[in-house]
T-cell receptor, first 112, second 113 residues
Framework: GENVEQHPSTLSVQEGDSAVIKCTYS??????FPWYKQELGKGPQLIID???NVGEKKDQRIAVTLNKTAKHFSLHITETQPEDSAVYFC???????????WGAGTKLIIKP | EPEVTQTPSHQVTQMGQEVILRCVPI?????FYWYRQILGQKVEFLVS????????KSEIFDDQFSVERPDGSNFTLKIRSTKLEDSAMYFC???????????FGSGTQLSVL
C-alpha cells in the first residue's frame, strides 16, 4: 500500500528565514497531497493542498511543489514568523479511496 | 468560522469497557471520518462515512469498532471492549467532498488502563 516518508523530523530556523519540509510517496496512483499544521492541543489544520495535475501552488508565504516523476512534494514557508512554530504533516491519497496516508510529521521551531 | 467539535477531550477507561467518542461535524459537510494517532506514531485512517453508511474502513477498524450518525448532527465512534493498545488520540474530521479538504476536531485522548 501507499507509504509517505517525511523529512526532517525536526527543523529549527531563524525568524525571517525560509523553511522547507519534504515528503515522498510510493503509490504513483496518489493524486491529492494536503499539508496540515498542528498546534499544541489542537487538531490538524489544512494549510495548503495540491492535486497531481499541478506542479506548484502558492498561498501568501506558503507554497507546495510536486514532482510526480520523482514522487515527492515539498512545503515551503518563507519569511517565517513565531506563529509558524508547530508540527507539520504531509499526506497523500488516491481518487479511488477516502483515506489519507500521513507522513510522520515535522516539528518546526522558529527561533527569535 | 465553522469547526468540528469533539467530546470528551480526555477519556480514561478500564480495559474491556465500552467507550463512545462523540463528534459534531461541520453542518453542511457530507463526509465524515475517524483517524487516530498512537503516541509517537503516524496518524492512521480508521473509517469514512457517507450517506449513512461506511464508505471505507482500514484493517484497524475491526468488529470492536462501530460508527453511527444517530441524528442530523452527531457522529460517534464506539469501541465495544477496549484494549490497552486502543490508547491513542482519536480525531474526527468532516469534508464537503470525498477525501479532500478535511476539517479536523481537536481530538479525544483515550487512555485504556
Amino acid at each position: 500500500g501507499e507509504n509517505v516518508e517525511q523529512h526532517p523530523s525536526t527543523l529549527s530556523v531563524q525568524e525571517g528565514d525560509s523553511a522547507v519540509i519534504k515528503c515522498t510517496y510510493s503509490d504513483s496512483a496518489s493524486n491529492y497531497f494536503p499539508w496540515y499544521k498542528q498546534e499544541l492541543g489542537k487538531g490538524p489544520q489544512l494549510i495548503i493542498d495540491i492535486r497531481s495535475n499541478v506542479g506548484e501552488k502558492k498561498d501568501q508565504r506558503i507554497a507546495v511543489t510536486l514532482n510526480k516523476t520523482a514522487k515527492h512534494f515539498s512545503l515551503h514557508i518563507t519569511e517565517t514568523q513565531p506563529e509558524d512554530s508547530a508540527v507539520y504533516f504531509c499526506a497523500a491519497s488516491k481518487q479511488s479511496n477516502y483515506q489519507l496516508i500521513w507522513g510522520a510529521g515535522t516539528k518546526l521551531i522558529i527561533k527569535p | 468560522e465553522p469547526e468540528v467539535t469533539q467530546t470528551p477531550s480526555h477519556q480514561v477507561t478500564q480495559m474491556g469497557q465500552e467507550v463512545i467518542l462523540r463528534c459534531v461535524p461541520i453542518s453542511n459537510h457530507l463526509y465524515f471520518y475517524w483517524y487516530r494517532q498512537i503516541l509517537g506514531q503516524k496518524v492512521e485512517f480508521l473509517v469514512s462515512f457517507y450517506n449513512n453508511e461506511i464508505s471505507e474502513k482500514s484493517e484497524i477498524f475491526d468488529d470492536q469498532f462501530s460508527v453511527e450518525r444517530p441524528d442530523g448532527s452527531n457522529f460517534t465512534l464506539k469501541i465495544r471492549s477496549t484494549k490497552l493498545e486502543d490508547s491513542a488520540m482519536y480525531f474526527c474530521a468532516s469534508s464537503e467532498q470525498g477525501n479532500e479538504k478535511l476539517f479536523f476536531g481537536s481530538g479525544t485522548q483515550l487512555s485504556v488502563l
